[in-house]
């Protein structure tokens, strides 16, 4: 297990708080920021790092991703 920061951050990018976090791996660290935004209402993305490392930046509106040729037919 790996000790995961979760920095609560504004619009500008700035934090005024964290949570640390034991998880297996990476992508348990997406699911747990995405839990995070859900109880920290105020803040506008949840910055996450392993130590200096940087893991995601989740922001409470994700983009929309969809195939390829589902964004042609939109642009038509």
Known sequence: MALYTFHFCDERGLSASFEAYDLPHDAGAFAKAGELLG?????DHVD????ERPIVARHRDQPI????????????
């Open 39 to 43: 109880e920290h209402m105020s803040c």
């Open 48 to 51: 996450v790092r392993q130590g």
């Open 65 to 76: 991703i969809r195939p390829i040729n589902e964004a042609e037919e939109a642009r038509r």
